[in-house]
């Protein structure tokens, strides 16, 4: 069971996980949605396509940009298509 965790809440938390490039990808229904801000950041991988990004917000402390996924990936990256990554600062444990 995988486990995302930042700021004493957890954020996800899933035995269904994917990992691609050493990160943990979660199942959209694995998140804890009321930590999830939608940002206007957006990166390019050129093998998994565009990246959007949610802010994390816990407890009035905001982690920017801390979680990412691709809504329409390359066909590469199907596998992970809505699946939610971190890194800056949170912590995921396998």
């Not at 990992?19 to 801000?37: C, G, M, R, S, T």
């Not at 390019?44 to 959007?52: D, F, H, M, R, S």
């Amino acid at each position: 069971m995988a486990k995302a965790t930042w700021n004493g809440a957890v954020l996800a938390e899933s035995d269904k996980t994917v990992v691609v490039e050493n990160n943990h990808y979660f199942p959209k229904d694995a998140i804890n949605q009321q930590y999830f801000k939608e940002s206007n950041t957006h990166t390019t991988c050129p093998w998994k396509g565009i990246a959007n990004y949610y802010s994390i917000e816990v407890d009035g402390q905001v982690n920017k940009d801390a979680a990412w996924y691709y809504p329409t990936a390359k066909e590469r990256a199907k596998n992970i298509e809505g699946y939610i990554a971190f890194w800056r600062g949170v912590k995921v444990e396998a």
